[in-house]
């Protein structure tokens, strides 16, 4: 599916797209679909597009991006999860994306990729050592620190989470998307609406440094509430805060406007927290007319 969503996005500017499947079963699949089904020998729909069983152990050849899908959720054991993602940082030179269910398991597989990489618990634990474990191991264990990086999405910061205490969290760190139904659903109750929701789990991890430059915008965490003249909104902040913020037509101009006629649930909102709220006291204004 990363392929499909790349290519419909870069299209052809994209030189080579690699595809990693432990199962030969799947691969046939995926290339029976680029051909366009019914196995046929056409030439593949996406060109350059090659498949691979195994990822390479050297990290001499490395990509731009690189995705893991609904895939850290299948590995049995945290220190096998923890190798596979020192291998994928490896893999890239810009960008790790880790996408997984939305639901608290799969918040908490994306929340330890991101503790791994930021450095909160970057280590391999002792079970990863063991000779039943050797035959998942995608880079030795031993191996030298992994490189330095930052939290490019959803996180404006790279603090700990505040959601990462699963007793006092609200619910999983979690985003929508409006899903076509497949084939197979199409006689389920789901039918008469055309589509299903599907609820993820992501994070994106960048190599380097973050830049100071960057606007340090909120990510707003659910749908926007829109009442009579306000709108009330849970962010994610800079500070690495959660906070409910409500925004007025009357004294937030611009950010009001955009909250309520823009802004869906997993986007930015561009409401600085270093943004000084213009509020008139009634003091001031007693003075003000004190004054003339």
């Known amino acids: 599916m990363a392929v499909w969503a790349a290519h419909e996005k870069w299209g052809d500017s994209i030189r080579e797209y690699q595809c990693v499947d432990v199962s030969p079963d799947m691969i046939d699949v995926a ?3 680029l051909r366009g089904g019914e196995e046929t020998k056409d030439s593949l729909h996406i060109p350059r597009v090659y498949f691979k069983r195994f990822l390479p152990v050297s990290n001499l050849i490395t990509y731009n991006v690189v995705v893991a899908s ?6 049995p054991k945290t220190s096998l999860r923890q190798m596979a993602v020192r291998s994928l940082w490896g893999k890239t030179k810009d960008f790790l994306v880790i996408i997984e ?3 608290s398991e799969g918040f908490e597989i994306t929340s330890d990729a991101r503790s791994l990489v930021l450095k909160e618990g970057g280590h391999i634990s002792e079970e990863g050592n063991t000779l039943e474990n050797q035959e998942y191991e995608y880079l030795d264990p031993m191996a030298e620190e992994m490189d330095t990086g930052y939290v490019f999405a959803p996180c404006p910061h790279d603090v700990e989470c505040a959601r990462s205490d699963p007793i006092t969290r609200d619910h999983p760190c979690n985003f929508e998307q409006r899903v076509q139904l497949a084939f197979c659903q199409k006689n389920t109750r ?3 609406f ?3 929701t599907e609820r993820f789990s992501y994070i994106v991890l960048r190599k380097g440094e973050r830049n100071a430059t960057d606007k340090p915008w909120p990510r707003v ?5 829109l009442r009579s003249r306000h709108v009330i909104c849970k962010l994610c902040c800079s500070s690495g805060d959660l906070k409910q913020k409500i925004f007025t037509k009357k004294k937030d101009g611009d950010i009001y406007k955009c909250a309520r006629h823009l802004t869906k649930w997993g986007d930015l909102l561009p409401d600085p927290e270093s943004r000084q709220r213009p509020v008139k006291s009634k003091l001031k204004q007693v003075k003000e007319v004190g004054h003339l």
């Open 31 to 33: 290339q029976n679909l």
């Open 70 to 75: 609904y895939t850290l959720s299948e590995i």
């Open 101 to 103: 269910h939305g639901n």
């Open 190 to 192: 789901l039918k008469k």
């Open 194 to 196: 055309g589509f299903h």
């Open 221 to 225: 965490l659910q749908p926007v509430r």
